[in-house]
């Protein structure tokens, strides 16, 4: 298995690009080659709900999108980073089935949040529910129906297809030690802790990101993965500040903060906020554009002033194409306040400049960059699908097969795209430092180096136009630009 490298990382499900995990790695060695270093395969266990966000068993790979040799061969040829749901299983589980068939007789007992263990008297009080950062507009809980005819609530802070687990139980620690271990055997680089801040739950706190148990809960996770040489990544959407405590001690990070801090620049011209994250950002991260989820807003509070966050949100729709606020209602089954759902292409307009722009800042930015399936191949919104499935978020989950990836790779901006990404792989510069320089307040200038190889990158936001140079120190010439 590949272990973790400083080369972009493509984000895909399972049966996105081709049907299945086979197809999918033939479309990378065929047809995108060394634009791509990593693949984070988004959930492929057999799930219940939520494009496999609520996973029945981690022993298995959904039988329609292949099997663990196809995992281990793609893993061959790239770093894997999986999902790991430490927040909630399926309530399709054996483990939830064994709970409701036994209840108190069953050995999965404890790996549930039962209300009536956690709260003193078996009820949360008004204040408690008021204080939880919570996903629904009422206590987080679904009532747990026993085969004896009785009931209880337990905690469930997502879908009810989404059942919480008591991590710091005896069972749910074993339960996370012997899942962690199981996917670190299969070939996994890199295993992202999805929705990682809700797992620590404590009465009278917000039930998010609780410290000091946080911190306890990363540690152990860690722990468990580091003999196989295996490296954790907790997702949190939330304040950029969480990231930085996080960076502190030493682990990757995810940039959630760079999506919207790009459109503000290309939108108005201005990059005096995007500069000042640049300085002030973790260098141990991931970065992205876009992901399978909306474009996150919640993350640039106070990196943007709010009128900015405001206007760059509004703007979203009024500069995007194909994209409306109706798409991010109830009528479309999403209700997140914190996201746009829209991909990045479209959000620019179907602008090939100013995306080219986008991916380039993003490819110099500190940290390893992360391109979207949709990205790479420079993907609009999928009205279509969209409609046909009243899902928000599908605006973003376009099924590529095998002949449309064909067809999309030869899109000039594509072909710049993955030629700028192959640069990225394979330029040892970004393996160096990273220095914002001198330059006006619609521009970047950015210089990356590692001994006497250099690469800098010279962009104009109310140009949309970027220049690259690379080679040796002080001879640097030109190698690719984008000029309107």
């Known amino acids: 298995m590949k272990k973790l490298e400083n080369k972009i990382m493509l984000i895909t499900y399972s049966d996105s690009m081709g049907k299945d995990i086979p197809q999918l790695h033939k479309i990378l060695k065929e047809q995108i080659g060394g634009a791509v270093g990593g693949v984070h395969l988004l959930p492929f266990f057999p ?38 749901m430490i927040n909630h299983i399926s309530a399709q589980s054996e483990y939830y089935k064994d709970f409701l068939e036994k209840k108190d007789g069953s050995e999965y007992k404890d790996l549930f949040l039962r209300y009536k263990d956690f709260w003193e008297g078996g009820e949360p009080t008004d204040h408690q529910v008021d204080l939880i950062y919570k996903r629904k507009p009422r206590a987080p809980y679904v009532d747990a129906r026993f085969a004896d005819g009785t009931q209880e609530k ?15 139980s005896e069972t749910g620690k074993k339960f996370l030690r012997e899942n962690l271990e199981g996917l670190a055997r299969h070939g996994i680089a890199i295993v992202r802790l999805d929705a990682f801040a809700y797992a620590t739950k404590k009465a009278d706190t917000n039930c998010f990101f609780v410290e000091p148990e946080v ?24 304040h950029y500040s969480m990231q930085m405590k996080i960076a502190e001690k030493d682990y990757y990070v995810y940039d959630f903060a760079l999506p919207m801090l790009l459109l503000n620049a290309l939108y108005y011209g201005n990059s005096q906020y995007l500069k000042h994250w640049l300085e002030i950002c973790p260098r141990k991260q991931f970065t992205t554009l876009d992901t399978h989820d909306g474009i996150g807003v919640v993350d640039v509070k106070d990196l943007l002033p709010d009128e900015e966050i405001e206007r760059t949100k509004e703007d979203i729709f009024q500069f995007g194409a194909n994209v409306k606020k109706v798409y991010n209602t109830a009528k479309y089954n999403n209700l997140d306040i914190y996201q746009v759902n829209c991909t990045y292409y479209s959000a620019l307009g179907d602008d090939d400049a100013a995306y080219l722009v986008a991916r380039t800042v993003q490819f110099f930015a500190p940290g390893i960059p992360q391109v979207y399936y949709v990205g790479m191949l420079a993907g609009k919104n999928d009205i279509e699908l969209l409609e046909k499935t009243k899902e ?23 072909k710049k795209l993955l030629e ?40 104009d936001f109310a140009k949309k136009s970027y220049q690259v140079f690379a080679g040796k120190a002080g001879a640097l010439e030109l190698v690719d630009e984008n000029n309107v």
């Open 47 to 84: 799930s219940s709900g939520d494009r496999g966000f609520a996973p029945m068993t981690y022993r298995e790979v959904g039988p329609a999108f292949g099997s663990w040799e196809d995992v281990e061969a793609l893993s061959k040829d790239y770093y894997l980073m999986a999902d790991y």
């Open 154 to 168: 337990v905690w469930c802070t997502f879908g009810e297809e989404q059942i919480d687990i008591n991590c710091p």
């Open 215 to 238: 911190w306890e809960l990363l540690e152990e996770t860690a722990g468990i993965v580091k003999p196989f040489g295996v490296t954790i990544l907790p997702e949190i959407h939330e």
């Open 392 to 414: 928000g978020r599908n605006i973003n989950r376009h099924y590529y097969t095998e002949e449309e990836v064909r067809q999309e790779v030869q899109r000039p901006v594509v």
């Open 420 to 459: 700028l990404m192959k640069f990225r792989n394979t330029c040892p510069a970004f393996d160096g430092s990273f220095e914002l320089l001198p330059c006006g307040e619609n521009q970047l200038h950015v210089r990356r180096q590692k001994g006497e190889e250099a690469a800098e990158l010279r962009v």
